[in-house]
């Protein structure tokens, strides 16, 4: 906390802040004695050195342009965080649905008294000697099938995808990738290179040793839930890649796929699709590398990794994990075989990370470790995560905009949809319901390449109670929504078009806001067009107004 010094008035304020930050640490004062929903006699200190204004001033000035914000219409301030919550500047209390960062809870005092113990012993890099790591190594292998056992620490998923397309390339000596549609596997040059999700929002262009196979999606992909057998017919397509790059006279190294696609719309592949395609690329000399970045650490239940939710039968060449590893602290790994660690090494090029692995990241993560066999987390994502799609459906059979709910565990998608029938993407009516949320207290997000799927992935201490109040409030909003844009009858189509173009429109406005591109800008078919209309009922609709509209265009359609 800042140094403290006395204002014109003689009271204390904190030297080199505005008044107005002064006033909101005031503010703090009053409401830190405020405790989390479900986590009493926990308390912490909130400190804000400026005004949220300020703050904002100082991002645009210092911060890049393409760093976006959460909610950028009308971003909130969080000052800090704890299990499942996260608290703004004014101590409102927010419901944490999409951090998977914060994997065990933010701010668990485990994994804070373990990563301040190691650092008042040493923190230094991975060429000496210390026990950490391959304690570490040892535990983080026992979670995994017994052929992966050699580990290579790195700070960041992008970093662990880079150099999991290093060991493949090295493996064979082969150069090209298969990835998935609308897959994201990190920030860095070589990643973008092969995420679809983020080269085509771009002036980039597919690179030639890049060949992009369809999502394995049974709702709205090419092979549906109707379709005999979606697992085998979205496994040829990735067969015919490897055959039309081989008579090209180029040679697959790998195949890369995060084990549900979490940027692409919250995606669980068929059964049986992920071992035929490991059978095919292993026969084309390539390797299978499985991103478990954003869906790995027991986040499915049932399982640690969620690519065992495929089968003992199906186990990757190489696994890169990280978000969750280090529970916000900037860790990640690379786990593959002997063999592929061997022939890596054989280049004589040797592999050094300064931070990958210091006893500090270590001991963070063996405390992770600790809490989610302590407490039961898998368990609890079981449990929570069973209930959670059970309120869901619910909703899915009273609101004809929820289309599709998918996932297993704690990570669950919600498909909003215009039409059920044609699986129309409400990307609008998407938009506008995370903002609602937010106002109701509850962050959620939405992705997909329409941006019309609500993401629901917590810390794993989500509980029932969450659960229900999350799917209450969103019961609320969609209620609202589809009674601001549904047809009651048809002589109130003509009344009702210009609502419904209005409020979309606004929702529209929010998420270019927010650095999502407009759908209309790509040429895909998919996409569908959007009213341009500059005005907008959605501030109407949050004020409550919004039945006061409908029974005004009512009695006029009767009139008429």
Same mark, same amino acid.
């Given at each position: 906390?800042?140094?403290?010094?006395?204002?014109?008035?003689?009271?204390?304020?904190?030297?080199?802040?505005?008044?107005?930050?002064?006033?909101?640490?005031?503010?703090?004062?009053?409401?830190?004695?405020?405790?989390?929903?479900?986590?009493?006699?926990?308390?912490?200190?909130?400190?804000?050195?400026?005004?949220?204004?300020?703050?904002?001033?100082?991002?645009?000035?210092?911060?890049?342009?393409?760093?976006?914000?959460?909610?950028?219409?009308?971003?909130?301030?969080?000052?800090?965080?704890?299990?499942?919550?996260?608290?703004?500047?004014?101590?409102?209390?927010?419901?944490?649905?999409?951090?998977?960062?914060?994997?065990?809870?933010?701010?668990?005092?485990?994994?804070?008294?373990?990563?301040?113990?190691?650092?008042?012993?040493?923190?230094?890099?991975?060429?000496?000697?210390?026990?950490?790591?391959?304690?570490?190594?040892?535990?983080?292998?026992?979670?995994?099938?017994?052929?992966?056992?050699?580990?290579?620490?790195?700070?960041?998923?992008?970093?662990?995808?880079?150099?999991?397309?290093?060991?493949?390339?090295?493996?064979?000596?082969?150069?090209?990738?298969?990835?998935?549609?609308?897959?994201?596997?990190?920030?860095?040059?070589?990643?973008?290179?092969?995420?679809?999700?983020?080269?085509?929002?771009?002036?980039?262009?597919?690179?030639?040793?890049?060949?992009?196979?369809?999502?394995?999606?049974?709702?709205?992909?090419?092979?549906?839930?109707?379709?005999?057998?979606?697992?085998?017919?979205?496994?040829?397509?990735?067969?015919?890649?490897?055959?039309? !790059?081989?008579?090209?006279? $180029?040679?697959?190294?790998? @195949? +890369? =796929?995060?084990?549900? %696609?979490?940027?692409? #719309?919250?995606?669980?592949?068929?059964?049986?699709?992920?071992?035929?395609? !490991?059978?095919?690329?292993? $026969?084309?000399?390539?390797? @299978? +590398? =499985?991103?478990?970045? %954003?869906?790995?650490? #027991?986040?499915?239940?049932?399982?640690?990794?969620?690519?065992?939710?495929?089968?003992?039968?199906?186990?990757?060449?190489?696994?890169?994990?990280?978000?969750?590893?280090?529970?916000?602290?900037?860790?990640?790994?690379?786990?593959?075989?002997?063999?592929?660690?061997?022939?890596?090494?054989?280049?004589?090029?040797?592999?050094?990370?300064?931070?990958?692995?210091?006893?500090?990241?270590?001991?963070?993560?063996?405390?992770?470790?600790?809490?989610?066999?302590?407490?039961?987390?898998?368990?609890?994502?079981?449990?929570?995560?069973?209930?959670?799609?059970?309120?869901?459906?619910?909703?899915?059979?009273?609101?004809?905009?929820?289309?599709?709910?998918?996932?297993?565990?704690?990570?669950?998608?919600?498909?909003?949809?215009?039409?059920?029938?044609?699986?129309?993407?409400?990307?609008?009516?998407?938009?506008?319901?995370?903002?609602?949320?937010?106002?109701?207290?509850?962050?959620?997000?939405?992705?997909?390449?329409?941006?019309?799927?609500?993401?629901?992935?917590?810390?794993?201490?989500?509980?029932?109670?969450?659960?229900?109040?999350?799917?209450?409030?969103?019961?609320?909003?969609?209620?609202?929504?589809?009674?601001?844009?549904?047809?009651?009858?048809?002589?109130?189509?003509?009344?009702?078009?210009?609502?419904?173009?209005?409020?979309?429109?606004?929702?529209?406005?929010?998420?270019?806001?927010?650095?999502?591109?407009?759908?209309?800008?790509?040429?895909?078919?998919?996409?569908?067009?959007?009213?341009?209309?500059?005005?907008?009922?959605?501030?109407?609709?949050?004020?409550?107004?919004?039945?006061?509209?409908?029974?005004?265009?009512?009695?006029?359609?009767?009139?008429?």
């Amino acid at each position: 906390m800042p140094p403290v010094t006395s204002n014109a008035q003689g009271k204390a304020t904190p030297r080199g802040i505005t008044a107005e930050a002064a006033r909101g640490l005031a503010r703090e004062a009053r409401t830190r004695e405020r405790e989390p929903r479900g986590a009493p006699g926990s308390r912490a200190t909130m400190c804000e050195l400026y005004s949220k204004q300020d703050t904002l001033a100082l991002r645009r000035k210092h911060i890049g342009p393409s760093c976006k914000v959460f909610f950028a219409a009308d971003p909130i301030k969080i000052v800090r965080a704890q299990r499942q919550y996260m608290f703004d500047e004014t101590g409102e209390q927010y419901l944490d649905c999409i951090n998977n960062v914060a994997h065990v809870g933010h701010c668990h005092p485990e994994v804070v008294k373990a990563a301040l113990k190691q650092m008042e012993l040493l923190n230094t890099n991975s060429r000496f000697l210390h026990d950490n790591i391959v304690e570490y190594a040892r535990r983080l292998a026992a979670t995994l099938p017994e052929k992966l056992s050699v580990c290579y620490f790195t700070n960041s998923g992008s970093e662990a995808n880079d150099l999991a397309l290093r060991l493949a390339r090295q493996f064979r000596g082969h150069q090209d990738v298969i990835t998935l549609d609308h897959a994201y596997h990190g920030h860095l040059s070589s990643l973008i290179e092969i995420s679809p999700y983020k080269f085509r929002k771009g002036k980039d262009v597919k690179k030639a040793f890049v060949h992009v196979a369809p999502t394995p999606d049974t709702y709205r992909g090419k092979y549906r839930e109707d379709h005999a057998d979606p697992a085998s017919a979205y496994a040829e397509e990735v067969k015919e890649i490897i055959e039309e !790059a081989h008579n090209g006279g $180029r040679k697959i190294a790998a @195949f +890369i =796929a995060e084990s549900m %696609q979490s940027c692409g #719309g919250q995606i669980i592949p068929p059964a049986g699709y992920f071992q035929k395609v !490991a059978e095919y690329v292993h $026969r084309a000399g390539g390797v @299978f +590398i =499985a991103d478990e970045v %954003q869906v790995g650490f #027991g986040r499915v239940g049932k399982h640690f990794w969620s690519f065992q939710m495929h089968g003992e039968d199906f186990v990757p060449d190489i696994v890169t994990m990280g978000k969750p590893m280090g529970n916000g602290h900037p860790m990640a790994c690379v786990v593959t075989t002997k063999e592929i660690a061997e022939a890596f090494s054989s280049s004589g090029m040797e592999y050094f990370n300064t931070y990958g692995g210091n006893p500090v990241s270590s001991a963070v993560g063996l405390a992770v470790l600790n809490i989610i066999e302590n407490e039961d987390l898998q368990g609890n994502a079981t449990r929570v995560g069973d209930y959670l799609t059970e309120l869901l459906n619910k909703q899915k059979a009273k609101h004809t905009l929820i289309g599709d709910i998918r996932g297993i565990g704690l990570f669950i998608g919600i498909d909003l949809v215009k039409d059920r029938q044609k699986r129309t993407p409400a990307t609008d009516e998407a938009q506008h319901v995370i903002y609602e949320m937010k106002e109701k207290r509850v962050l959620l997000s939405a992705d997909g390449p329409h941006r019309n799927v609500l993401k629901i992935k917590p810390p794993m201490c989500f509980t029932e109670e969450d659960a229900k109040f999350m799917v209450d409030k969103l019961d609320e909003i969609l209620t609202v929504l589809e009674e601001a844009i549904g047809v009651r009858s048809e002589s109130m189509v003509s009344e009702n078009a210009p609502c419904r173009a209005k409020l979309l429109n606004e929702a529209r406005s929010e998420r270019l806001g927010d650095g999502t591109s407009d759908p209309r800008e790509n040429p895909s078919p998919k996409r569908n067009g959007l009213c341009t209309d500059k005005h907008s009922l959605l501030k109407t609709i949050r004020a409550g107004k919004i039945k006061a509209i409908w029974k005004k265009s009512h009695t006029a359609s009767v009139k008429k």
